[in-house]
């Protein structure tokens, strides 16, 4: 008689798992059935920062980039991508790894500040850095954007020069390191900085770096326009 108990209840306890996971499983269905589902992109692939989406890496179908998947709805990411060919042109700021949804968010244009500054620089252009100490960098007010004159000095064979190496060269960087107020009445903040980056030619930057170690220099702030 112990026995048909036990028998009994061992089936018990399996027809009521049985009806457990059978009423888990249409409740699950029901719920994706009803709930409302959007298509988005994901990485097929690990893509670095500093990497700049192209046509041709949408058309590469032997090693692609993005695939598109449908998620729930409140499974999506935000900001996220619908189609691959929104991310044209744009540039990672972060790290993109396999399998992860595409958050918009994490991309910016070539104008964008946290995008490196290789993308920014105009076609035949390189980027030079050179000394600018409170001596040589107009104490301290230049800012991105400006534009600055190259004013060299020479003395040699008891004979002084001064002449203007360079005009309108663009500041595309400041190195900041403090910034200080002026004891004037106006206090005055005055940032002070070890670099100043310009975009020139590569032979502007070979001419640079001759005025940085054989002469003597001072830098004029132009008015912007």
Request: charged share 25%; no cysteine; aromatic share 10%.
């Amino acid at each position: 008689m112990k026995k048909v108990y036990l028998i009994a209840v061992l089936f018990a306890l399996i027809a009521g798992f049985a009806t457990y996971m059978f009423a888990k499983q249409i409740d699950e269905k029901t719920t994706y059935k009803d709930a409302d589902m959007v298509s988005v992109v994901v990485a097929v692939q690990d893509i670095p920062k500093n990497t700049k989406i192209t046509q041709e890496m949408l058309d590469d179908e032997e090693n692609p980039y993005f695939a598109t998947k449908s998620v729930v709805e409140a499974d999506a990411t935000p900001n996220y991508a619908k189609e691959a060919s929104e991310l044209v042109d744009n540039i990672t700021i972060d790290p993109i790894y396999a399998g992860e949804q595409i958050n918009k968010s994490r991309f910016e244009s070539a104008d964008g500040e946290d995008v490196a500054l290789s993308f920014k620089l105009a076609p035949g252009k390189v980027a030079y850095s050179f000394n600018a100490g409170s001596v040589t960098g107009v104490d301290g007010y230049i800012s991105e954007g400006d534009t600055v004159n190259v004013i060299v000095y020479d003395s040699e064979n008891g004979k002084t020069t001064t002449k203007v190496a360079y005009k309108n060269l663009k500041i595309i960087r400041v190195s900041t390191n403090t910034v200080s107020t002026s004891s004037s009445a106006s206090g005055t903040k005055i940032t002070e900085y070890s670099t100043l980056t310009v975009e020139v030619t590569e032979k502007q930057a070979l001419k640079l770096y001759e005025i940085e170690n054989d002469y003597t220099y001072k830098l004029v702030l132009n008015p912007r326009k």
